[in-house]
């Protein structure tokens, strides 16, 4: 079985500060993780994912995440936020024989001018 | 850029009623699924569909709802007998490959259904 884990519902931060939105999995498969983004009354974009090899991940947007599997941890970070970032931020898994996607319950990013 | 449209934005629906949403995925993807995302809860998998025929469905999945591909565009979920409970967003998705692999899920808008 796997689960997603999201800490932090709300999460709010001044413009030009750094952004960490935290995930942890559980999965009993090697997992594939994905960050999504959902700006307000549109679908979800994917941010960047990780399947296999290189742990720190690079997507759009200036965002990463590092797989850390010792940590079953998949966090999402952003040097300096900017007003744009502003949206709910998924966190989600899959692997092994299943293509579903398990979501995590989102985290609300507010960006404070 | 190609992407992922559905159809109606806001259904509006008496509970008893048949339902039918619509999502044209991305042209070339084989993969299609419905997840949908009852308000201020996680958005949560129902089906997944290949090769003309369901490949995954979890349990909310029940004998109420039913997927089809009535042509080589569209993508369809049917609810037959809406309850209050199914009132949610809906999205619809579609992937070249398996999400598992290095395929992406590209996700369309959503339709609001409100079942009243």
């Known amino acids: 079985a796997q689960s997603v884990t999201q800490l932090g519902s709300h999460v709010s931060v001044s413009e030009g500060a750094l952004v960490l939105l935290r995930c942890n999995y559980s999965s009993s498969v090697p997992p594939y993780l994905f960050w999504y983004v959902q700006y307000p009354n549109q679908g979800l974009q994917l941010l960047l994912k990780y399947t296999t090899g290189a742990t720190l991940v690079k997507g759009i947007n200036g965002f990463e995440a590092e797989f850390k599997k010792s940590e079953t941890s998949f966090h999402l970070t952003k040097p300096s936020a900017h007003m744009s970032d502003a949206a709910e931020y998924f966190c989600a898994v899959s692997g092994g024989a299943t293509n579903k996607l398990i979501f995590g319950t989102g985290t609300l990013l507010a960006v404070q001018p | 850029e190609p992407e992922v449209t559905q159809t109606p934005s806001h259904q509006v629906t008496q509970m008893g009623q048949e339902v039918i949403l619509r999502c044209v995925p991305i042209s070339n993807h084989l993969y299609f699924y419905w997840y949908r995302q009852i308000l201020g809860q996680k958005v949560e998998f129902l089906v997944s569909f290949y090769n003309n025929e369901i490949s995954e469905k979890s349990e909310i999945f029940d004998d109420q709802f039913s997927v089809e591909r009535p042509d080589g565009s569209n993508f369809t979920l049917k609810i037959r007998s809406t309850k209050l409970e199914d009132s949610a967003m809906y999205f619809c998705?579609?992937?070249?490959?398996?999400?598992?692999?290095?395929?992406?899920?590209?996700f369309g808008p959503g339709t609001r259904l409100t079942v009243l």
């Open positions: 998705a579609s992937s070249e490959t398996l999400a598992g692999g290095p395929g992406e899920q590209f």
